[in-house]
């Protein structure tokens, strides 16, 4: 097979591949924990976070895909195995714990707020020390998915409360009365 020539060297595409399996596995994590919560959600939200967490579910599901083979378009392996993703992951499982609707809404988007944050650090990585704007891209994109995805997931934490909240996150009608 011919040597890959892509203008970035073994070095820095290992190093992208590295960041790269790090996406994939937390990507992964998430997305077995999107599938679980989608078969355990009871009570009143069921059926809507049954639907939206289907929809996330695939999402996530094509998003490994293409993590995968960005991973070996750059002449790599992606991480493929259970004991890989749980030792490549900043993703915390959650085994044998099923906690109410609102608590997996809220452990979704902590999870899905910690891959933003690694994803940002990675795409500027990605761009400025290992000099790949492709991959920087790539995964620029997957982290503007992300965000919607936790601002879905916000916003219904946040329809939890039928009291306004300001950006503090203080009661509205508190600062209201006191003005």
């Given at each position: 097979?011919?040597?890959?020539?892509?203008?970035?060297?073994?070095?820095?595409?290992?190093?992208?591949?590295?960041?790269?399996?790090?996406?994939?596995?937390?990507?992964?994590?998430?997305?077995?924990?999107?599938?679980?919560?989608?078969?355990?959600?009871?009570?009143?939200?069921?059926?809507?976070?049954?639907?939206?967490?289907?929809?996330?579910?695939?999402?996530?599901?094509?998003?490994?895909?293409?993590?995968?083979?960005?991973?070996?378009?750059?002449?790599?392996?992606?991480?493929?195995?259970?004991?890989?993703?749980?030792?490549?992951?900043?993703?915390?499982?959650?085994?044998?714990?099923?906690?109410?609707?609102?608590?997996?809404?809220?452990?979704?988007?902590?999870?899905?707020?910690?891959?933003?944050?690694?994803?940002?650090?990675?795409?500027?990585?990605?761009?400025?020390?290992?000099?790949d704007a492709g991959t920087a891209d790539?995964?620029?994109?997957?982290?503007?998915?992300?965000?919607?995805?936790?601002?879905?997931?916000?916003?219904?934490?946040?329809?939890?409360?039928?009291?306004?909240?300001?950006?503090?996150?203080?009661?509205?009608?508190?600062?209201?009365?006191?003005?």
């Open positions: 097979m011919p040597k890959l020539n892509i203008g970035l060297s073994t070095e820095q595409r290992e190093s992208v591949i590295d960041l790269l399996n790090r996406d994939l596995s937390d990507t992964y994590l998430v997305l077995i924990k999107t599938k679980k919560y989608h078969w355990d959600v009871v009570g009143p939200q069921f059926r809507s976070l049954h639907t939206l967490w289907d929809e996330h579910y695939e999402a996530l599901s094509a998003n490994v895909d293409a993590i995968a083979e960005r991973v070996r378009a750059l002449g790599g392996y992606p991480v493929g195995t259970a004991k890989g993703f749980l030792s490549y992951a900043s993703i915390q499982e959650h085994a044998g714990d099923i906690p109410t609707a609102y608590g997996m809404v809220q452990n979704l988007l902590t999870d899905h707020e910690l891959v933003i944050r690694n994803l940002r650090d990675h795409v500027d990585q990605c761009d400025e020390k290992f000099g790539f995964l620029t994109g997957l982290m503007e998915q992300h965000e919607q995805i936790a601002w879905m997931l916000r916003s219904f934490i946040e329809g939890e409360s039928i009291v306004p909240t300001d950006k503090s996150g203080s009661d509205v009608r508190v600062a209201v009365k006191s003005k």
